[in-house]
């Protein structure tokens, strides 16, 4: 809640697309949508507790459960462990930024070098096995 003190989020249907991820092709929920996107959150689980802040047009989300960051994709209904604090969420993210790991692409769009971000994420994650599945 902290976050939504501080901006509103990106709402899912904004006209100009460059301005939408805060991950490569993840916005963060916009806190009109939070309500709806827990609820899908729950039926891809089956449970409460996750709380998602990121999403992308197909329905996975960055959660976050008692201090850790989880995937939750709509094809996978089992919770992967990313980052085990929020503090090593952020020095990844912050690592990626600045390395040029995640980066504008010609057409003004955030992306991002796959195993460059994988192999990065190692090193800041090392005992977190969603990033040694490569």
């Given at each position: 809640?902290?976050?939504?003190?501080?901006?509103?989020?990106?709402?899912?249907?904004?006209?100009?697309?460059?301005?939408?991820?805060?991950?490569?092709?993840?916005?963060?929920?916009?806190?009109?949508?939070?309500?709806?996107?827990?609820?899908?959150?729950?039926?891809?689980?089956?449970?409460?507790?996750?709380?998602?802040?990121?999403?992308n047009?197909?329905?996975?989300?960055?959660?976050?459960?008692?201090?850790a960051?989880?995937?939750?994709?709509h094809?996978?209904?089992?919770?992967?462990?990313?980052?085990?604090?929020?503090?090593?969420?952020?020095?990844?993210?912050?690592?990626?930024?600045?390395?040029?790991?995640?980066?504008?692409?010609?057409?003004?769009?955030?992306?991002?070098?796959?195993?460059?971000?994988?192999?990065?994420?190692?090193?800041?994650?090392?005992?977190?096995?969603?990033?040694?599945?490569?």
């Open positions: 809640m902290r976050l939504y003190s501080e901006v509103a989020g990106t709402p899912a249907g904004i006209e100009d697309q460059s301005l939408m991820d805060f991950l490569p092709g993840y916005r963060l929920i916009h806190w009109a949508e939070l309500r709806d996107c827990c609820e899908t959150c729950r039926k891809i689980l089956g449970i409460d507790g996750y709380f998602p802040f990121l999403t047009y197909s329905s996975d989300f960055y959660c976050w459960k008692d201090g960051i989880y995937d939750v994709s094809d996978w209904p089992t919770p992967t462990l990313m980052h085990k604090t929020v503090a090593d969420f952020l020095k990844t993210i912050c690592a990626c930024y600045t390395s040029g790991v995640y980066f504008l692409d010609e057409d003004g769009y955030l992306d991002y070098a796959f195993e460059q971000e994988r192999l990065l994420a190692i090193k800041l994650n090392p005992q977190v096995d969603y990033w040694l599945e490569g």
